[in-house]
Each structure stands twice: as C-alpha cells, then as structure tokens.
C-alpha cells in the first residue's frame, strides 16, 4: 500500500488519484478476532499543500466475527473516510485540529501505516448478526432465534435416570 508522490515533492503534478489494497487474513482490536473476508481497499485523491499534503479518501472493508449475542459468523462490511493532512514539515496541532495529521518523511506514503491508526476507531461497537437477535439462553443454552427456551418446561419423566425410576415409584 505504498504511493510514490515524488511529481508532488518536484512539483510536477498537482495531485494523484490512488488506488491501493492489500490483503490482510486477521485484525484483532480490543481483544476481538476479525477474520478479513476481503482486501483492505483505500482510494482517493493526494495533492500538494506547500510543501505537505492533503489526502482525501475512502477505505473499504469487510470483516468477519460472531454476532456477539448469538454467536454465529457475521460478516460486517466497514467504509469510511480519511481526510487528512500528511505532513513532511514539524506541525503545531492546534492548526489541524479538524483534521487528522500523520507524519510522513521520503517521497513514498505508506498508506497501511495510515489504514492502521484509524481503523480501531472505525471499527463495530459490537456486532450483531441483527438487530434484534434474541441470542443464547444463558440458563439452558439454546439459541433463542431458532427453538423455544427450555428452562421452565417440564422434564419429560421417560428421560429421567433408572436409579431415580423406583424413588419415582415410591412417591406414586
Ligand atoms: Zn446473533
Ligand atoms: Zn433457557
């Protein structure tokens, strides 16, 4: 994911388009597991600033985890975007502060650097496989979406253990 942006630095251009992806197979954010089911895709514009740059772009992805009421596997597309400045020079924050400001040195961007430092905010809160996934019984484990709770029904007498059969009699 890397753009060289020398005919910016020599002046020779004024922008460049991009259009870059890498295949990444996991991410793991706050101790969650996402499987990538797709390349991580960034593209945009980059143009000259002085002697620094602005980019304006979009990043696509789609990730893969459990719904985490129900368990199963979601897979979760995520796009958002970066408008950011890329600075070659030393910066006083206070002058970008609607911006996102990364750092960059030499006449090469490496974009997953870029990719990385925002993804964790834009990744899911959590994820759900819908909305309104009723999610596991956490008393007799079925899935809520699909069979009835068991917790309360009444336990079918043929099912209970032999050596119970006869204290069963015994109570007749
Ligand atoms: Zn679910
Ligand atoms: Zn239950």
């Known amino acids: 994911m890397k753009l060289k942006v020398e005919a910016l630095s020599n002046k020779e251009k004024d ?7 890498e295949n990444i197979s996991s991410l793991n954010y706050y101790g969650v597991d996402y499987n990538l089911i797709s390349p991580i ?4 514009r980059i143009s000259r600033a002085g002697r ?5 772009s979009t990043v696509d992805l789609t990730v893969e985890s459990s719904c985490s009421r129900c368990l199963v596997d ?7 975007n970066i408008d950011a400045y890329l600075m070659r020079e030393e910066y006083d924050e206070g002058d970008y502060e609607d911006y996102d400001v990364f750092r960059v040195d030499g006449s090469e961007i490496d974009f997953m650097k870029i990719v ?5 905010f834009n990744m899911p809160q959590r994820i759900l496989c819908s909305e309104d996934c009723q999610g596991i019984c956490s008393g007799c ?3 809520l979406n699909f069979e009835e709770c068991k917790c309360d029904a009444p336990v079918d007498t043929d099912d209970i253990d032999p050596r119970f059969a006869k204290l069963k009699e015994l109570l007749k």
């Open 116 to 120: 990385n430092s925002t993804l964790s």
């Open 52 to 56: 620094n740059y602005f980019v304006k």
């Open 41 to 44: 895709h960034i593209s945009g």
């Open 141 to 143: 484990g079925v899935d």
């Open 15 to 21: 922008f460049i388009d991009f259009d870059l992806e």
């Open 74 to 80: 979601v897979s979760c597309p995520i796009k958002y």
